[in-house]
């Protein structure tokens, strides 16, 4: 019996990944761009895209979006990630704080930011005749609370791996066989995620993160989010590494302090994507994702 579901989830595995491959070779028969993060989601978009044009001589352009909500070892991993697979890349850099205003955090600013970032994504490349846009949405982020879909929806971008149904796992496992040098590499979304809604923004709370975090991350830990309320720091690591972390609580207390936080917390339930969102709302919006999906795969 055993044996009969693992043939089944390998066959779905299949079929996902094969109308993923034909999406994409009818994608890339024009010029085509891709919203490049550097993650495993798009640069499995991105690599897939790029075999695709080879076979009708277009142009795949990686767009990368730079702004003071993520780190600059993100840019660095988008140009290396995007010089292997030989796109034509782009990077903007956008104040989107202010530009989006999103300053003091709003329950909506996932909304407003990806308006505001894909908009000017598409002015870019438009001025280059090209009019179709894809992003990495998978199906895993049609479960959590991502009221950016709308905007991505609203604006008419495209989402190859989600429209196939394919699975964080099954990304990471297709990029792994692409060769893809970051196929396993942690997600990494906006440094906003790490505080509560209504939190004001600034360039020194985000800095004492990715400095937080990064120093987490050069002791070994894989996914790793330091979460702050105020004058506390709440660490999320993987629950396998929360013995680990003991082991280094005085380097980490004490590294954490100087970055000014007076409370150093350790989350027992461990790293979660989106600990952060609040209830209200977060069924509709993600019940208004499927549908879009839905609708539109239709």
Request: hydrophobic share 35%; glycine share 6%.
């Amino acid at each position: 019996m055993n044996e009969i579901f693992k043939d089944s989830r390998e066959d779905s595995r299949t079929t996902k990944q094969q109308l993923f491959l034909e999406s994409m070779d009818q994608y890339a028969r024009q010029d085509v761009a891709v919203a490049f993060s550097g993650g495993a989601d798009s640069s499995l978009l991105l690599k897939a895209a790029c075999q695709a044009a080879e076979k009708y001589t277009t142009k795949v352009y990686a767009v990368t979006i730079q702004t003071e909500l993520h780190t600059a070892e993100d840019l660095e991993t988008a140009k290396r990630v995007a010089e292997e697979t030989g796109a034509y890349h782009m990077i903007l850099h956008i104040d989107e704080l202010k530009e989006a205003g999103i300053e003091r955090n709003p329950i909506d600013r996932c909304y407003l930011c990806k308006k505001l970032l894909f908009s000017r994504l598409r002015e870019n490349v438009e001025k280059l005749g090209v009019h179709t846009i894809l992003e990495g949405t998978n199906a895993d982020d049609l479960k959590e609370y991502r009221p950016g879909i709308r905007a991505i929806h609203e604006l008419g971008i495209v989402s190859p791996l989600a429209d196939a149904g394919m699975t964080k796992a099954e990304v990471r496992a297709l990029a792994f066989s692409y060769g893809i040098s970051v196929a396993d590499r942690p997600a990494s979304p906006c440094m906003a995620t790490r505080f509560p809604y209504g939190t004001e923004l600034t360039k020194e709370k985000m800095e004492a993160v990715k400095q937080g975090e990064a120093y987490l991350k050069s002791l070994g830990f894989y996914n790793v989010r330091l979460r702050v309320q105020e004058e506390l720091a709440r660490i999320e690591i993987d629950t396998e590494a929360l013995n680990k972390a003991l082991k280094y609580r005085e380097e980490i207390v004490k590294f954490l302090k100087k970055l000014g936080y007076k409370y150093i917390t350790l989350d027992l339930e461990g790293f979660r994507s989106g600990s952060m969102d609040i209830a209200q709302g977060k069924g509709e919006d993600m019940q208004a994702s499927r549908e879009q999906l839905k609708d539109k795969m239709e």
